[in-house]
């Protein structure tokens, strides 16, 4: 890094702004809260943007090139959804305010909800959660309610196949309940057998992603759902990705009692980072009263609202509680409901079909050269074994050729997940990338392989083009420097 640090520029007495003369009575702060040692920086307004300009070009961004992370979906945020949040009418608001003050804003969520229970074939959906492993924490509380309701009290555990989001363990275990982990077929299906075997009247339910994160469905997914419902247990849906569905198949009509969805991957609002994000859940029926709250209801028109309906917010009857302080995050809302609004029916089933031959395109254009473990037709996304085996023994990994693209000016694919394939490249291109990005890609991943041949050590040491080098990211996570130090 050339360039130097807002802390290094500061000059005593340099400022950025002047503040107006304020219009209420000065107040004296306690002393002890006046710390006169904090090393705030002395600037002027242009070495702020500069700074922050700078910042923001030494990151890589969906708005900056192609970032087929797969899972994470990473399609293009369209700006209009920007512009409704940023409407004064919904950037305004308090949570404290009154119903009848708010009424725009609960019609908005009402609508949602609504079109949410559409999409995904459900009877009930709560915006609450705040994140697509939140839903799962809330499903899953839902079920464990739904079965002790019904004084069924044995049920400890649930079902996990091994290809899942490490999400799916983790937020089962904040519920208290069991993981048991389930095996893949030689498909990449779950395996019916060992599904079978672990199928007892202890089992709260089964928790499957669908298409799972191999980018495919499951041939057996009638049998699945047969199976679990025959021993007394629900199948829960990990929904984060729905983008391989939307408008074409509904998860409540093919078995499963409760989903979340993740509004931000296949409702293009912005995520990365640690959020805001949005992890809506949706159930059938016999699960609605569970659903966490309060959720937007109509009120038939009242004496003091003769005109029509009134939108109000309720608690479900057996609800799980809240599990987000105030109504969730209701910018996410905003941008969701526009960018469904925008499409429409038919744009939605565009989504699914486009992102769906994207993948495909990829996956043929590059299952020649890299191999590929599970060789079926592919949904969103699909999953590639790593470099070609001759690489391989040359000591050219995933890591290597995901560093490599970082040259090429691409965000690399997911890598080493899901853990069921070694060496693991994870690629979603979305429905939002033209036939030359993808061709550029591709491009770019088949001459990673031809370089690889010649000079291994161009892919050891890549990238060579970004403001940082290989980083140690195990050291990272685990010692972050979170404040500003020196490089000097
Ligand atoms: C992204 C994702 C999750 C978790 O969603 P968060 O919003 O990151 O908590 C869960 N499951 C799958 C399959 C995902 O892709």
Redesign the pocket.
Known sequence: MTEPLIYELSRPGRTGVDLPDPDVPLSDLPEEWLREELPLPEVSEVDVVRHYLHLSQMNYAVDRGFYPLG???MKYNPKVNEVATRLAGFRNLHPYQPEETVQGALYLVYHLQEWLKEIGGFAGVSLQPS????G?LAGVLMMRKYHLDRGDTKRRKILIPDS??G??PASTTMSGLEVIEIPSDERGNVDLAALEAAMDDTVVGLML?NPN?LGLFDEHLEEIADLVHRHGALLYG?G??LNALVGIAKPGEMGFDVMHF?L??TFSTP?GGGGP?S?PVGCVERLVDYLPGPIAAIEPGSEDHPEGPLYVWKMPAKSIGRVKAFYGNFGVMVRAYTYIRMLGTEGLREVAEHAVLNANYLLARLKETYPLPYDRTCMHEFVLAGPPKDLQEKGIHTMDVAKRLIDYGFHPPTVYFPLIVPEALMIEPTETESKETLDAFAEAMLKIVEEGREDPDLLHNAPHTAPVRRLDEVRAARKPILCYTSLA
């Open positions: 899972s994470c979906t994140a697509g492993a939140h799962e899942a989001h999400t799916n992603t994160t990990d984060a990705n993740n931000h991957k995520h994000g992890g």
